[in-house]
């Protein structure tokens, strides 16, 4: 053979070589590329894998069911409370339907707040709140109210037990003394005051116990207050005792009953300073010792404080702000008696 021949076949060998390395390069990619096609495009995940594991410790971490759709409504990310009212659970049925109701909306750009009621027993109570996401999806959180709907169907019941217990001695008091008045036998007059006695103390047994109740319904609710970082067992009876109006009112009205609401400072074209005013000394002193309390041990309103500092704002009114931050969390939590509950 001669040396032209073998130089041929060297050059049909490279070329054979450089097209059995292109094919494997091209069967990687189209691998590589069949695999991507059937995963969820970004548009319906939430970022790269470390991003979506920090984003599941996020939810995890919620105290509330939490769950997260794509645009398809498939489930991305959820916490154990979420997956388990959408489990298929005869219990949790109606729950998990209306969940999964609220998410399909929400993936159609409306914001969903409804509130699921199962009359048990039981009694149970859902908060479901769901909200679009950027990019597609939606997130749903669902709060389980139902100790909150207990609470409130128990003090239905006891007002009226109370009402009835309290009207049935009054009305045979009032009953037995006309009677007694027009009397004129003295053995069955005797017998009258003898009856009245008797429904005097019934009457004094039902307040006894009323007084009873409400001593431990304030106790509780002392507790709940205690659960506010700076507000300890005195500052917690002051609210009690001062502000009977706390979990009644809104945070506007609440704020300004504390004297803790910057009221404006006008006079026609002139525009004053705003200075809190009026409402009860006593709760406002109380609330200004918790908010400096707060500031120094609470991370969260440290760095709040903090920050009106650093934009120019005086300390006093750093803390009356703080100290305003912390009546309106009291109104929430008598409202809804549930304890105090950090934010981020």
């Not at 002139?270 to 010792?289: F, N, S």
Request: proline share 6%.
């Amino acid at each position: 053979m001669n040396p032209g021949c073998w130089v041929a076949l060297a050059i049909l060998a490279v070329v054979c070589a450089y097209l059995v390395g292109a094919l494997l390069r091209t069967r990687s990619l189209l691998a590589a590329s069949q695999q991507r096609a059937l995963l969820p495009t970004n548009e319906s995940q939430p970022g790269t894998t470390d991003e979506r594991l920090g984003l599941q410790r996020v939810i995890d971490a919620l105290p509330v069911a939490a769950i997260i759709v794509d645009a398809s409504g498939i489930v991305r990310v959820s916490n154990a409370a979420g997956e388990h009212l959408l489990a298929p659970r005869i219990e949790s049925a109606f729950v998990g339907r209306a969940v999964r109701g609220a998410l399909a909306e929400a993936t159609e750009g409306r914001r969903v707040r409804r509130t699921e009621e199962l009359i048990g027993p039981p009694l149970e109570r859902y908060l479901i709140t769901a909200v679009p996401l950027d990019g597609g999806g939606a997130m749903a959180v669902v709060q389980d109210d139902s100790d909150v709907a207990r609470t409130e169907a128990v003090r239905r019941d006891f007002v009226a037990n109370i009402s009835h217990e309290l009207k049935t001695p009054v009305g045979a008091v009032a009953l037995l003394a006309e009677m007694l008045a027009d009397e004129p036998d003295p053995a069955t007059a005797q017998r009258f005051a003898t009856r009245i006695e008797g429904e005097a103390q019934r009457l004094a047994r039902s307040v006894d116990d009323l007084l009873e109740l409400t001593q431990i319904a304030n106790d509780v609710f002392k507790e709940r207050l205690q659960t506010i970082p700076g507000v300890g067992p005195a500052i917690s009876m002051t609210l009690m005792a001062d502000l009977p109006e706390l979990g009644s009112l809104d945070r506007k009205a609440v704020a300004s009953l504390a004297g803790l609401a910057p009221h404006p400072n006008q006079s026609g074209t002139r525009t004053g300073q705003a200075h809190i005013g009026g409402g009860r000394p006593c709760v406002r002193a109380a609330l200004y010792m918790a908010a400096v309390s707060a500031a120094r041990t609470d991370k969260g309103f440290k760095r709040e404080y903090l920050a009106l500092r650093q934009a120019g704002k005086p300390a006093k009114v750093a803390l009356v702000a703080i100290a305003r931050k912390i009546v309106v969390a009291a109104n929430s939590i008598i409202k809804a008696n549930q304890p105090w509950q950090k934010t981020a």
